[in-house]
């Protein structure tokens, strides 16, 4: 049995991850898992251990990270989110592909880990139409909304490094795009 691909999907903050990550894995034909990631930060309303996240202590994540037992982690608004390495390659073993979110600083740790995993950045169809979203989201928190566009034209800046740059003008396409090419990927893995 060949080992399962792994699948980076990163990009711009509130550039619409979310969605298509959500129409990645209900594709039956892509056969995606998805990597749940440890995080320190309290869970929000419905959110489920185990299904949303890994809520866990600072001191775990702390113990996690000496351990070396992230793929990758990172901080963001005072809280510590990473990817647990021994849930994705328990899932590559039984042949299963796996689908990771994560922060665009992330890829470069994974990718040394995983070097054959395939990374997708999104990107929006403009810094505008990106704004105007963020200020939908975040409407009552102007801090956050500062916090989010700047970390977005970081992120932003990044994107050249990706070999597959996608842009989310359109969600169809998007998922679209980024499919045909782990369709490829999935044929050279098993070919």
Do not use: C, W
């Amino acid at each position: 049995m060949s080992k399962g691909l792994v699948v980076i999907l990163s990009g711009a903050s509130s550039v619409g991850k979310g969605a298509i990550r959500e129409r990645l894995l209900h594709d039956p034909e892509l056969k995606l898992f998805y990597s749940i990631s440890m995080t320190t930060r309290p869970a929000k309303g419905d959110e489920v251990d185990g299904k949303d996240y890994y809520f866990v202590s600072h001191k775990e994540f702390a113990d996690a990270v000496k351990k070396k037992e992230l793929l990758e982690y990172t901080e963001f608004n005072g809280y510590y989110y990473g990817t647990p390495k021994n849930h994705v390659e328990f899932l590559r073993s039984k042949g299963k592909n796996v689908l990771i979110e994560v922060e665009a600083q992330g890829v470069g740790p994974i990718k040394l880990n995983v070097p054959d995993a395939v990374a997708f950045f999104v990107m929006p169809e403009s810094l505008e139409e990106l704004e105007k979203q963020i200020h939908l989201l975040y409407k009552d928190d102007e801090a956050s909304i500062t916090r989010r566009i700047n970390k977005a034209k970081m992120d932003m800046e990044i994107a050249p490094l990706f070999k597959n740059v996608v842009y989310n003008n359109d969600t169809d396409l998007a998922v679209s795009q980024i499919k045909e090419v782990i369709l490829k990927e999935m044929a050279k893995n098993n070919g």
